[in-house]
């Protein structure tokens, strides 16, 4: 394969990464703000309600959460990798002009 072009927006990938920390975070804490709203809504039934739909949900967020921080993981670790590559290249390129 000679000739192909390859772009990466890295500072794109940067961005989703940075969204996908927001959203783990976000998912990370949902427990306790759905207790505390549980707590705050005045009736008992939904009370109730709010918090074991809250408790049937941890194991399948908690999953979840995990499978983010991966992504959002590997997302930096290709941005990363792809500006180190460009910055190798862009040097090589230099030292063969010189």
Do not use: C, P
């Not at 939904?46 to 992504?71: C, P």
């Amino acid at each position: 394969m000679s000739g192909g072009t390859l772009k990466v927006d890295t500072a794109m990938v940067r961005t989703m990464a940075t969204y996908l920390t927001t959203v783990h975070a976000e998912l990370g804490r949902a427990d306790a703000r759905s207790h505390a709203v549980a707590d705050a809504v005045g009736d008992a039934h939904l009370a109730d309600t709010l918090r074991n739909f809250s408790d049937a949900w941890d194991n399948r967020r908690e999953e979840m959460v995990g499978q983010i921080g991966t992504f959002r993981d590997a997302a930096k670790a290709v941005a990363d990798a792809f500006d180190q590559a460009e910055s190798e290249l862009a040097a090589t390129a230099d030292q063969a002009r010189s």
